[in-house]
Antibody, heavy 124, light 109 residues
Framework: EVQLVDSGGGLVQPGRSLRLSCAASGFTFDDYAMHWVRQAPGKGLEWVSGISWNSGSIGYADSVKGRFIISRDNAKNSLYLQMNSLRAEDTALYYC?????????????????WGQGTLVTVSS | QSALTQPASVSGSPGQSITISCTGT?????????VSWYQQHPGKAPKLMVYEGSKRPSGVSNRFSGSKSGNTASLTISGLQAEDEADYYCCSYAGTSTVFGGGTKLTVL
């Protein structure tokens, strides 16, 4: 059974940093691109960042470019999101999500599995 | 990276068919056959309903179908059921990024 478990969220002051993690199991992690998608309270979905199966291709939304860094450790079946210079508008539930098709860059076919989400609240 | 345009709400009666549109540009929907659709019930993670424009993942009912014409993608749900009431989001690859629509609330009357 495919499982994605998100963790690392919490309450953080503006300007500070936070690192999110996503632990994957039940599939061959290093065959698939992985992504982070967020959802602000009561709002829609927003793609944040994606990383290809071999980390050769990485992309970011304009809203986080230069502040967030995505990475993965295929040996640990884990995905990460380092979030720096956090702003109030980064407050959201952050989901990791798996691409449906293997061996792709960040051109996602569809997100077929999602984590349960981890809540990040940026407030003083 | 502008969001795709979806109607805020649609409604239909049980047994009817509805279609949700998703309008993008030649930089996303119009160029890439990488449109996907998601169903989200309150408090739950999104669920993939259609990928690569018109393909259904294993386990998704054939009442859900996707299509595309030009810069507009569509999700059609036939034989509406009460459990289809949810928020629906479209999503498209856009060259160096991925963009979602603003979401459509489907009400089953």
């Amino acid at each position: 059974e495919v499982q994605l478990v998100d963790s690392g969220g919490g309450l953080v002051q503006p300007g500070r940093s936070l690192r999110l993690s996503c632990a994957a199991s039940g599939f061959t992690f290093d065959d698939y691109a992985m992504h982070w998608v967020r959802q602000a309270p009561g709002k829609g979905l927003e793609w944040v960042s994606g990383i290809s199966w071999n980390s050769g291709s990485i992309g970011y939304a304009d809203s986080v470019k230069g502040r967030f860094i995505i990475s993965r450790d295929n040996a640990k079946n884990s995905l990460y999101l380092q979030m720096n210079s956090l702003r109030a508008e980064d407050t959201a539930l952050y989901y990791c999500a798996k691409d449906h098709n293997p061996y792709r860059g960040i051109a996602v076919a569809g997100f077929d599995y999602w984590g349960q989400g981890t809540l990040v609240t940026v407030s003083s | 990276q502008s969001a795709l345009t979806q109607p805020a709400s649609v409604s239909g009666s049980p047994g009817q068919s509805i279609t949700i549109s998703c309008t993008g540009t030649s930089s996303d929907v119009g160029t890439y056959n990488l449109v996907s659709w998601y169903q989200q019930h309150p408090g739950k993670a999104p669920k993939l309903m259609v990928y690569e424009g018109s393909k259904r993942p294993s386990g998704v009912s054939n009442r859900f179908s996707g299509s595309k014409s030009g810069n507009t993608a569509s999700l059609t749900i036939s034989g509406l059921q009460a459990e289809d009431e949810a928020d629906y989001y479209c999503c498209s690859y856009a060259g160096t990024s991925t963009v979602f629509g603003g979401g459509t609330k489907l009400t089953v009357l």
